[in-house]
């Protein structure tokens, strides 16, 4: 974690870019970020762009492409996705009243995009595309159109399917339309004949344990109404529309306006932060200099989306993965040249990465330079194997218990373009994915094996963007019950969740385990379950000496938190009660000597502490539900 001169953490503060960039879309494309903003570029082309190397910093690089031909007068809201060495920018032109969703196609991110001479939608007002990839490969388009027939008139979302990045099935399905009054854009809309019009709008759709979620922001960005939230289903082939969270009155948008701080947060997109474990919602927000750039750290708890702002104050840059020195491979069978690693040896090339800890998440960008037919691109850990075949088109994937595996890569799986590997290790569990499309092969992991081995084998390879951050994510997807836990009590894995039930009555149900980061992030979700009727629940930070000597505690009953570290201690009242058994994310941060205490992403309180312990504890008396434990070195 970067720190100051004073030792401290470093930090962040909105906005991260303070001039126009409206509408943003952030791309991360080989451990490097480009940023996309709707309308004309300082040039007289169109869609500025923005580069970043950790979200926070940001340079002004160009834009994207020229004007249409047609000179239409307007273009928004352009959105890119990456494929087998393609870049495909989707977004909407026309005159306000006319619009339609258009893509151009580049072989680099940082502009050069031509228009593909397509027209993807057919109604009369389309905008905010955006593109989602399932986990069988699936494509989807959403974006938002008008519904002039609806209970509540105005702009709504619709999902089509992609038969390729050029051309849609034309069988729009609605998604997510106006029903509630916080999505009011004009009550009574002249160019719409001054009916009451709603807007729903700026979709951004993410896949978490079977559920998909479609971010979207809604109403006018000049009422204190407006806002992002989020709608759910449980499949993407649903006919009902999805389930929205917010009502706007007893259940808020999840990024609203904040009035004299912040004005009209919307339009957002979602990106990974620089460790590939923490996600942040990017958006943009009024000031003088129009709608600029603000990012915030946002998460999952239970069937819910939060989002930790909009923040005014400063936050804590985005955790950083692992420096991988590649430089110390020079003379040994690779050459590093342009922030690529190239294998150079005839017959075999290794690259070994050092494992810090049994649980980690890596991620590189690889590439074949000259692919042969008797070529291999391996990866090795421990008795386990990736092996990827250029010519074959699949990753044979073999586990320590013998089993074997395999991805099949896309019928034109270009050897010679970039792709993605990553690679999530959570104990004796690996999980592998190529290319980012949710395609994933699970094996059994040597456990033990101290280092990961990248090996060419009779071809030329390129390797980019390693990034490697130990620590483990636990979703409880599998009925298995994960070895890391030591539980007091009787536990059990049912519908993604672990739920732990004490001895008796009295007891305290706990889950404990090994904390081996000098500084850590540690992030549970937990429910109330019967402990919002019998006592407590919470985090524990545990000494093998001394025992307790941090805890982050929860009374329902009282409606309060209790943060304590060495005795120092902090009472904290909820920012609102408890609901049955909705799931909240407790959250430690242990970093520059001293512990942060955060409750659903909102800080609660920051104590000196500077002591190593080893275990960590999940607690509730009587009885313990968690869906998801993350704990990641920073």
Known sequence: MPKNLEGKPETYLNPVYPHSFPDPFVLKFRGEYFAYCTGDADDGNLFGILHSEDLVNWVYIGSAMEPLASRPPFYWAPEIVYDNGKFYLYYSAGNEILMEIRVAVSDRPDGAFVDAGVRLTREEFAIDAHVFIDDDGSRYLFYATDFLEHSHIGTGTVVDRLIDWKTLAG???????????????????????????????????????????????????????????????????????????????????????????????????????????????????????????????????????????????????????????????????WL??????????????????????????????????DPIEQGRFTVVKGKTRIELS??????????????????????????????????????????????????????RSDRSASELLLIAERVKISLSALELTPGFEELFESDEMPTRFRLEGEGRISDGRLMVTGPDA?????????????????????????????????????????????????????????????????????????????????????????????????????????????????????????EMVRLTAI
């Open 171 to 333: 069988t729009p399905r609605p998604v997510s339309r106006a029903k509630y009054d916080w999505q009011v854009y004009d009550p009574a809309r002249k160019e719409k004949g001054g009916v009451r019009w709603h807007t729903v709008e700026g979709p951004t759709v993410l896949k978490r344990k079977g559920e998909y979620f479609e971010m979207f922001s809604g109403g006018n960005w000049q009422n204190m109404s407006y806002g992002v939230s989020f709608a759910v289903t449980d499949s993407m082939k649903s006919t009902d529309e999805w389930l929205q969270f917010s009502d706007g009155e007893k259940i808020l948008p999840i990024v609203q306006t904040i009035p004299d701080q912040v004005i009209g947060p919307g339009h957002n997109s979602v990106v990974r932060g620089p460790n590939n474990r923490e996600l942040y919602c990017v958006y943009h927000r009024w000031t003088e200099a129009g709608r600029v750039l603000a990012i915030d750290r946002m998460d999952f708890a239970g069937d819910r989306i939060f989002v930790a702002g909009p923040t005014t104050t400063a936050q804590p840059l985005p955790f950083r993965p692992v420096e991988i020195d590649s430089e110390k491979t020079s003379g040994s069978g």
């Open 506 to 626: 009295s007891a305290i149900a706990r889950a404990v385990f090994s904390l081996s980061f000098a500084e850590f992030e540690l992030a549970v979700n937990l429910s109330t379950g019967e402990a919002s009727a019998y006592g407590s629940y919470g985090l524990e930070l545990l000494d093998s000496q001394i025992g307790t000597r941090a805890h982050l505690t929860a009374s329902p009953q009282g409606m309060a938190i209790n943060f304590e570290a060495d005795g120092q201690r902090l009472l904290i009242d909820l920012p609102n009660a408890f609901v049955g058994n909705e799931f909240r994310q407790f959250r430690l941060v242990q970093q520059a000597g001293q512990l942060s205490a955060y409750l659903d992403g909102i800080a609660l309180g920051v104590l000196p502490f500077d002591k190593n312990v080893v275990e960590a504890a999940i607690f509730g008396t009587r009885s313990l539900t968690m």
């Open 336 to 369: 590093v040249s342009d922030g690529e690693l190239i294998s150079t040896a005839a017959n075999k090339c290794e690259f070994g990465v050092a494992l810090v800890n049994e649980s980690f998440l890596f991620e590189c960008t690889f590439r074949f330079l």
């Open 390 to 443: 250029p010519v074959d088109k699949k990753a044979a994937i073999s586990s320590t218990d013998g089993g074997v595996s395999e991805i099949s890569l896309a019928p034109d799986f270009d050897p010679l373009a970039f792709h993605l590997m990553r690679i999530d290790a959570v104990g004796d569990r690996c999980r592998v994915m190529i290319d980012n499309i949710g395609q994933m092969a699970e094996m």
